[in-house]
Structure formats: C-alpha cells, structure tokens
C-alpha cells in the first residue's frame, strides 16, 4: 500500500511562519507535522509518495529516501494548479491503491486503517456547522451522492476532512476534470465523478483529526498531543531546587538552572539553558539551542531552534520562531480585557482565531528591543525588529 501526501503549496494563512519553511516543517511538541503524521501511517503502508514544491529542498533534508520503515519518493508539483493537479504529479509512482491526505493535517491511525477496508472512500467528521466544509451528501450506507463545498444551504454534517481511498482509476478522471473557477483541478471534482460511478464510502472518523490551517492551531495540535505524554525523558542537568510537576523531557547537554519551576508537560530540546528561576508553564515546547534568561515565564508556547529569551519576559500562547531574539522584558499580551475570542490578521482580513487566550506568532530571525510588548494575536514578519518600549497593536509586515 502506498501514501500520497500534498506538501507543495506555500500556505499563506500561516505566515508569517511559512515565510521561511514549508508548513509540514513546523514544529509541534518537537516533532515536524510529516513526521507526526508519518508515525500514523507506519505500519499501514510501505511508501509514501510526498508531493512537493515550496521549499522543498527543506522536506528532501529533512526526511530523505527513507524515514524509520516508510520509503519516501518525491513527485514536484512545479505549478500550484491545485489539489486534484497535486494528486495527478504521483502518477507515475503509483502501483495501484492508494491513500492521498493533505499535508499539514494530522489523522488518526485508527481512522486510516479502517478508510483502507474500501476500494473508494473518505474520512469524514460530523460538524455542528459545516458550512466552512465540503459536505459530502450520502445514503442509508453512507454511500456518496453528492459533495458540495461550503454549501450555502443545510445538506448535512458531514465534513471533508481530506483524506481519500483511490485507486489508479482516479488519475483518469483527473486528466478529464473541468477547471474550476479558480482554474484549478479540484481533487472533490473527481472525487463526485468517481462516485457517480462507482461506489463511494464516507467513513466518519473515531480519533483525531487535527487541522493546522493557522498558526494558532498549532498550539491546539502540540496541547493535545503532549498531554497523551506520560514518559520522562532527562538527558540533561538539573540543578539543586529545581522543582519539577508533571511529565518533562529534556534533551542531551541542557541545564535547567536553580529556582526553576516547570509544571509539565513540558519539552525541551539540546543544548539549552533554563534559568535561574524561570517558570515554565504545560504544554510548553523548547527547541535545540534556547536560552532561556532568568525570571522568564512560558506558558503553552511553541519556541523553535536557536533561539534568546532574555529574563523578566512572558510568552503565553504564543509560537516563536527560528533565531528569535527577544529583548529583556519582553511581553505578550494574550487576552482582551473584554474578555471576547482574539481576532487576528489573515490576508487583510480579521479572523475570529476562537481563541480566549493568545499572544504573538513571530518569524523566524526577528529581534526585539528591551521592553517591546505585543497586543494579542499579533504577527511579526521573520527578520522584523523592534524598538526599545515599543508596543506592537498592528502586524509588523514587509
């Protein structure tokens, strides 16, 4: 059994994250999204076929030929002509069935073994409002009737999740897909050409299913997977009076210094050094070669590689990029005093994030002056800096 996994596009809705990296590269709980969702498909299938394009050199380091037991063969989608154009690149890889799944999305092993009984199907989950969705329309035996994206009328609950059984057959019918409106190769195009053909399954999903499409997801993907975590890992120093409340991991050749109060779970990478007297909050992730500065406070954030938190700074519900300085007293402010969901910036739009609580998403390589503040759900572009005492409450863009 092969995987096909769409990883070309450029995933605008995460800048300013994706600047700099592909979206399957970001990091969650210390793990990339391909290799979370790789570890699902382990075992299921022996190949996976990764569809590439933005940045893909980046994937190709990272994973290489094989990752654990899976092979990985590349298929580059060298125009972004849209998903069903995506699916197409692997053609010429594909013996015959096969799972395709987008991905920046993480699905759940159980529900991909039982989407592998059927020659045709795909994953479903029910949706209070699936109005932001595909929704497939089915039958008693949940066989596919129609497929209507974001409908404008109630049709149903069942929302496309994105993940699908095929077969060869189904290149076929993408090589005779009519454009969409946005001239491109819609992949549910074919999908509802096929099941006007065959049949066509939905298997509504019993695990998880964890969307990244924004950058504040991310948070909501590490939370719950690092609450699954029940193992200590400690290959670095701790110091005397380091007190210690839940799970912790911490890689080789870090120290956490005296006075430090770290409330699991927390992960911290290599070669870092924490404290004196930090406290360091669940659900909290450090990458390789942090420093965190005395008296600084981390709650449920996302710190990546090779970065400087100087002391007397908060992060709260915040992701930070790659090479991130951030000057003493640096703060986020991550709730509205209103106490309504947190709106933020997306392509010029404000997007209610449904969030009570979150702070800045900063890009990679930014540096801030001492004492800079951010309002919450603001965004600074990668290589951004700031000035000393200022308060950030508009994006800091190119």
């Known amino acids: 059994m092969q995987a096909v996994i769409l990883v070309a596009g450029k995933s605008t809705r995460t800048y300013p994250l994706t600047l700099t990296r592909p979206k399957p590269l970001l990091s969650i709980g210390g793990t990339t999204i391909i290799e979370h969702l790789l570890k699902q498909l382990e075992g299921l299938v022996e190949e996976v076929v990764l569809i590439v394009g933005y940045r893909k050199e980046m994937i190709q380091q990272r994973l290489g030929t094989n990752w654990n037991s899976l092979k990985i063969t590349y298929c580059e989608q060298k125009e972004q002509k849209g998903t069903g154009h995506a699916v197409l690149q692997a053609k010429p890889s594909i013996k015959d069935q096969f799972i395709a799944m987008n991905g920046d999305d993480i699905y759940d092993r159980i529900d991909i073994e039982q989407l592998l009984k059927f020659k045709y199907a795909a994953l479903v989950r029910y949706e209070d409002d699936p ?98 975590e029940n193992q200590k890992e400690i290959r670095g120093i701790i110091e005397n009076n380091v007190h210690i409340k839940g799970t912790l991991s911490i890689g080789e050749n870090s120290t956490i210094k005296s006075g430090v109060y770290i409330e699991g779970p927390v992960i911290i990478g290599k070669n870092c050094n924490i404290g004196p007297n930090c406290y360091i909050r669940g659900c909290t992730s450090i990458g390789d070669n942090c420093t965190i500065g005395q008296s600084v406070e981390i709650k449920n954030s996302i710190i990546m590689d090779n970065t400087n938190i100087c002391h007397l700074s908060y992060i709260g519900d915040s992701v930070i990029g790659e090479g991130v300085n951030l000057a003493v007293g640096f703060i986020t402010a991550n709730v509205r005093h209103d106490n309504k969901n947190v709106m933020s910036m997306i392509k010029g739009k404000l997007f209610d994030t449904k969030m009570k609580k979150l702070g800045a998403i900063i890009g990679d390589g930014v540096k801030t002056g001492a004492n800079t503040t951010t309002y919450p759900g603001r965004k600074i572009w990668p290589k951004k800096q700031t000035s000393i005492g200022q308060i950030i409450k508009n994006d800091i863009m190119d």
């Open 131 to 228: 109005s932001q969705f595909g929704v497939f329309h089915v039958d008693e035996q949940n066989r596919v009737l129609n497929l209507i994206e974001k409908p404008k009328q109630f049709v149903g609950n069942l929302a496309n999740v994105g993940c699908y059984k095929f077969d060869r057959t189904i290149f076929d019918i993408l090589e005779n897909t009519a454009l969409s409106e946005r001239g491109e190769i819609e992949i549910t195009s074919a999908v509802l050409s096929l099941a006007r053909k065959e049949d066509f399954y939905v298997q509504p999903i019993k695990g998880f299913w964890l969307s990244n499409g924004f950058p504040w997801e991310l948070l909501n993907s590490q939370s719950f997977f690092m609450k699954q």
